[in-house]
């Protein structure tokens, strides 16, 4: 659900400004940052959320890639069917242990764990590809386990660990679906995430009965799948075509800030003021490594 900041890779943007682009892409965010808030507000179990959810997405989806290929959109799939499906199996894990996690612990645990992803997935890089890292990686990567351990450490006195393991599990999911289009650029991104809620839907109704929700928690599902999500992720892709990665990283705080406020005041979920400062140690770690990132690329440029 986090990570697709460049699904709407063919929407155009010719004539963006950087500054239409920065609210965009800020707007995108700002509401993603829902997401896990009315997902906590439904009524019903993390497998059956995921299953009506992950149609709703389906269709939705889908019918942006029709309305762009039109029959074009049978070969799309057929010419990258083996990404498509391996993307769509770590896509469908990913959104499914998200759900998992917001219904079994704190919003605020869930959401900064799932921060940590781009730095743990630049340690996994350089541990299993051996890909050039920086040194400054490592330092950000080290305050980020200390953050966590914080967090990690209330949660387990409070019996939250079940949704912090839901929450890494989905960050390790997320992961492998960047290092597979990482391998094959050409992919059609939209495809994928299409098929990875399918999948996610697959999923929930082997894994439990699926039951009509309430008309509350329908109506919830119906609008994160078919509008807020969509919506939000078509700002972000469209905006982060336009913008140098340090201001896309930094927005990305935009969500694991906001999700926690927002949930605070809908449902009276106050974050524990451990998990706060483990946060606010990640939030910062990130915003500090995306500085001296750009400082590095922008030092590299004058040379």
């Known amino acids: 659900m986090k990570s697709s900041t460049s699904i709407f890779a063919k929407l155009p943007d010719n004539t963006m400004s950087y500054t239409k682009a920065f609210w965009i892409t800020s707007l995108g965010m700002f509401l993603m940052s829902f997401e896990s808030p009315l997902i906590k507000m439904t009524h019903v179990s993390a497998q059956n959320f995921t299953f009506y959810f992950g149609l709703c997405m389906f269709l939705s989806l889908n019918t942006v890639l029709l309305f762009q290929y039109k029959t074009a959109i049978f070969a799309l799939y057929r010419r990258h069917v083996v990404s498509i499906l391996a993307c769509a199996f770590c896509i469908a894990l990913s959104n499914f242990l998200f759900i998992l996690a917001i219904k079994h612990t704190s919003v605020a645990s869930a959401v900064f764990i799932l921060s940590t992803g781009p730095l743990i997935s630049a340690l996994f890089s350089f541990l299993l590809f051996r890909t050039k890292t920086p040194l400054r990686t490592f330092v950000a990567i080290f305050f ?160």
């Not at 009965?209 to 469209?238: K, N």
């Not at 406020?261 to 998990?275: A, G, L, M, R």
């Open 144 to 303: 980020v386990f200390v953050g966590l351990f914080i967090i990690l450490f209330n949660d387990l006195g409070l019996g939250n660990m079940e949704g912090n393991l839901y929450a890494f599990g989905c960050v390790f999911a997320f992961i492998s679906m960047l290092f597979i289009l990482e391998r094959d650029k050409e992919v059609n991104r939209l495809a994928c995430f299409g098929t990875g809620t399918l999948m996610a839907s697959l999923l929930a109704l082997l894994s439990t009965p699926i039951v009509l929700p309430d008309t509350y928690s329908l109506s919830i599902i119906v609008f994160m799948g078919g509008v807020l999500t969509p919506l939000s992720r078509a700002f972000i892709g469209t905006g982060t075509k336009v913008l140098p990665s340090v201001e896309v990283a930094l927005l990305t705080i935009i969500e694991p800030v906001l999700a926690p406020v927002w949930v605070w005041c809908f449902i009276d979920e106050k974050p524990h003021p451990n998990t706060l400062i483990g946060g606010v140690i990640i939030l910062i770690t990130l915003v500090l490594h995306s500085l001296k990132a750009h400082q590095d690329a922008m030092r590299l440029r004058s040379n």
